[in-house]
């Protein structure tokens, strides 16, 4: 099971103002908006909830748009037929809000293993942050985290962080954690910085970020190789980068490519979730 059908994710959503409803197991999230109207969420669901039932929760919400996120196995007929019978009810949205690709590694192998599995780039950029002296530290401060992420995402950063405080103090202490890099003349001020989210034997790569100094330094890179080593100290078996660009739909998320390439240096393996067609 994903984190996003999780109790406390539930919990997470309902912070930010959503309201959520759990059907045949299944947690939905809908929402009114001014102007645009009702809209619902269903995310990474294990199984695709009643149609005939949902169409209820629907039709008493006033919700005109949906919202599906399937999970990487969900079987495609199956997906198209139930998107099928809800499109008389309501308008499917076919631009999704959760990445459709993904790389994952491997954690069940040894760290000597994972690390061979780097490219030549980034095994040579991890050696090279610790001879510039990059530490990655544990942290507890989330608002040190939020700083970087906001100064590296430019004049819109904030919006990558909305969120991110409540996020932290639903899944704290047992489910999340916070890497933070520093460079060797000064050990105050983080560099860089990962946020990662424990949930099912898997770790999700959640929020990352870096100022131009720690990207000099080479503090992104050291920060995933700690991120996957704190990962198998939680015993995941998997570690997931959350979202990469999806060939699949070439004109989508075009200014993904960057961080793309960067990720797919750590040996991860592909995983597709099903498109939305309808």
């Keep these: 099971m994903e984190p996003q059908q999780s109790d406390e994710y539930a919990q997470y959503i309902r912070l930010l103002g959503w309201k959520a409803v759990s059907l045949d197991g299944v947690n939905i999230f809908y929402r009114q908006f001014p102007l645009f109207g009702g809209m619902m969420k269903v995310h990474r669901p ?8 949902l169409v209820s929760i629907i039709k008493a919400n006033h919700i005109k748009n949906l919202v599906i996120e399937p999970v990487e196995n969900q079987n495609q007929k199956l997906l198209d037929a139930w998107c099928k019978t809800l499109a008389k009810s309501v308008t499917i949205n076919t631009t999704p809000f959760l990445p459709t690709k993904t790389f994952r590694v491997d954690l069940t192998r040894n760290k000597n293993t994972i690390f061979g599995s780097f490219s030549e780039a980034k095994r040579r950029a991890v050696r090279r942050a610790l001879k510039l002296g990059v530490i990655v530290k544990k942290s507890e401060n989330i608002n040190d985290l939020i700083r970087i992420k906001n ?10 962080t909305t969120g991110i405080k409540e996020l932290w103090n639903i899944f704290h202490p047992k489910n999340i954690s916070i890497l933070l890099a520093y460079a060797r003349d000064d050990d105050h001020r983080p560099v860089g910085g990962v946020l ?5 034997n898997i770790a999700y790569y959640w929020i990352a970020g870096a100022i131009k100094k720690g990207k000099k330094l080479y503090a992104p890179t050291l920060l995933v190789w700690e991120a996957l080593k704190e990962s198998k100290e939680h015993k995941c078996r998997s570690f997931d980068f959350v979202g990469v660009w999806d060939e699949r739909i070439p004109g989508k998320n075009l200014e993904w490519k960057g961080f793309t390439k960067f990720k797919e240096g750590f040996g991860g393996t592909n995983i597709y979730y099903p498109l939305v067609i309808h």
């Design 46 to 53: 294990l199984k695709l909830p009643n149609p005939k039932k």
């Design 151 to 160: 100064k590296s995402g430019g004049l819109f950063g904030f919006i990558t």
């Design 196 to 200: 990662l989210l424990f949930w099912d």
